[in-house]
Nanobody, 124 residues
């Protein structure tokens, strides 16, 4: 049974940094595409960053240069280092996974495994 648990969210001021973590259990992430998504009230869930099993990484344009996704296959964990946070980054952040096809899919509908989410709130 695949299980994902996020941690590290919080409330910060604009310009601050946060590090989110996702601990996976029930499977080894080395075979999976791992991703971070976020959802704000009234908005659709959107992709933030993905990390494929071969190391390929992709970011949403809105977070390029500010966020860094990383994975530690030996510890079965996924991280998201967020810097220069802005109020528009406020959202519930989710860790998600799908079996890798040699590339990562980007739409949330293609990720069958999800964590419960961790809230990030950025105030101006």
């Amino acid at each position: 049974q695949v299980h994902l648990v996020e941690s590290g969210g919080g409330s910060v001021l604009a310009g601050a940094s946060l590090r989110l973590s996702c601990a996976a259990s029930g499977y080894t992430i080395s075979r999976f595409c791992m991703g971070w998504f976020r959802q704000s009230p009234g908005k659709q869930r959107e992709g933030v960053a993905t990390s494929d099993k071969d190391g390929t990484i992709n970011y949403a344009e809105s977070v390029k240069g500010r966020f860094t996704i990383s994975r530690d296959n030996s510890k079965n964990t996924l991280s998201l280092e967020m810097s220069s946070l802005q109020p528009e980054d406020t959202a519930l952040y989710y860790c998600a996974a799908h079996v890798s096809f040699g590339y990562c899919l980007t739409s949330p509908v293609h990720f069958p495994y999800w964590g419960q989410g961790t809230q990030v709130t950025v105030s101006s």
